[in-house]
C-alpha cells in the first residue's frame, strides 16, 4: 500500500489544517449526502489504499468508493456522530433513504488529537447505541429476535459515558463497535434500528447538513417510545440518559423547526382527504 488516496470531508478542513496533516493532498468530498456527489475521483485507479479523515457522511462515501474499487480502506473519524465507521452499508439519500451494501474499513483509527478538535457536545453517536432501547421493542416482535442478544445490547447502552474527555470518548469509540458487531452476528441492524431511525430517516430529507444523524434519533427515541406505549417512568429513564451523555432533545436547540418541517412533509403529501381508504 504506497499509493493513498486521502478523502476528507470540507467540515474536516479546518481539524486538518491545523493537524499535522496540513500538507496532504486531500480529496475533498463535499457531500450532499446524495447519489450524485458519489461520483469516484477522476484518478482513482492511480491509487492502491484509501485513507478517509471525516464524519459519517465522508466515511459512507469512502466505504462506496473502497468496496467498488476493491481497495484497503482505513478510517479516522473527526466527530463521533454515527456507527458508520463500523458498520458496512452507506446511507445515501436520493432523496428517499436507500442503503447501498459497501465495504466495513479494514481499520478504524481512533485518533484523540483530532477529536478533540471538535465540541465534545457534537460526540453525538451515543444516539446509535442508547436507541437500542427503543428499537428492541419492536425487534422482539420479528423471527430473528434472540433474548440473549438483547440483554447483550441493552449492557452496551449501560456502559455509556459522557464524551468530554478520553476515557468517555473511547468508551463512545468502543460501545459503537460492540453495537455493530451484535448486529453482525443476528445479521439485522433492528437491533438498534427501529421507530427512532424511521424518524430520523424522515426527517433527514429535508435537514442534511443542519441536524446531525444522531440528533435526530434522540428525538426519534421519544417519538418512537410514546407510539410503543412506554410507560412515563421508561421515558423519564431515556431523558435521564440523555442528561448523563450530554444528548439534547429539545429541537429547538438543535436548529430544528419541527412545525416547519411537518408543513413540508405534508405540503409533498398528494393525497387529498375523502381519498384515504
Ligand atoms: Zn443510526
Known sequence: MNRPLYIAGHSSYTILEK??????????????????????PYDIDEYDCIIAYGGGSVIDYAKYVAGCK????????TILSTDAMFTEVSIVRCPEVVYLKTKAPDKVVLDYDLLKGVDWRLHVGAGDVLSIITALRSWRKFPTYEEYIAKEALEIVDKLKRPDDRAGIDTLFNCLKEEVSLCKIVGTSQIEEGLEHEFAYCFEKYTIKKVLHCQLVVLGMLCAAKVLNMSD????????R????????DSKEIGLNLPEYFKLMVGECKMKPGEWK
Open 19 to 40: 493537524s499535522k496533516l496540513k500538507n496532504v493532498p486531500f480529496w475533498f468530498h463535499y457531500s450532499n449526502n446524495s447519489l450524485s456527489s458519489y461520483e469516484f
Open 70 to 77: 476493491k481497495l484497503y480502506l482505513e478510517v479516522h473519524p
Open 233 to 240: 417512568k421508561e421515558i423519564e429513564d431515556i431523558k435521564n
Open 242 to 249: 440523555f442528561c448523563k451523555l450530554g444528548l439534547v432533545w
